[in-house]
């Protein structure tokens, strides 16, 4: 089993309630718009970090971290982007990523809009966590954490940060 934390545009700000949270997780996800260098060396010192660059980032970040990532943990597929959408809206581009190569869970940030939808059409779980950050138009910051085993995707806890 593989516990995992979750957030997404942190847009450079670092909180330390993220090592917190975080702690007990076996890996930490960004879903992008880290804002800067420092926020990702944070969370590498926490856990190993699986990050994606964000539509804010810096040519430095898009350097370290992919657009696209996409790797099996326990038994399940991941896709973790910035830019995704939902079920019934998804962005053009992830759309022929999702339809060409399923995955079992799809991660990703860029709404500030937390969500978990099963897309029953594609057979995947969607996930934003939310935003993590102080910028932005979203009024509650949120990150998650949940647990992986096997083909299992469970323990969904979505925390608020005041």
């Not at 309630?17 to 992008?32: Q, R």
């Not at 856990?47 to 980032?57: E, F, L, Q, T, W």
């Not at 970040?61 to 995704?84: A, Q, S, Y």
Request: proline share 3%.
């Amino acid at each position: 089993m593989k516990k995992i934390g979750l957030l997404s545009d942190t847009h450079a700000y670092w909180d330390e309630k993220f090592a917190h949270y975080f702690s007990d997780c076996d890996e930490i996800w960004h879903a992008g718009d880290i804002g800067n260098e420092e926020v990702l060396q944070h969370l590498q010192a926490i856990k190993p970090v699986r990050a994606v660059y964000g539509n804010i980032d810096s040519h430095l970040l898009r350097c370290i971290c992919p657009k696209i990532l996409r790797f099996t943990i326990e038994n399940v597929e991941v896709l973790l982007t910035h830019i995704g959408g939902y079920p019934g809206k998804y962005d053009a581009e992830i759309r022929k990523e999702l339809y060409a190569h399923r995955p079992n869970l799809f991660i990703c940030g860029h709404s500030h809009i937390l969500k978990i939808i099963y897309d029953r059409n594609l057979q995947m779980l969607c996930v934003n966590p939310g935003a993590a950050g102080k910028y932005g138009f979203h009024s509650v910051r949120t990150i998650m954490r949940f647990a992986i085993e096997g083909e299992n995707i469970k323990d969904m806890e979505i925390i608020e940060l005041k």
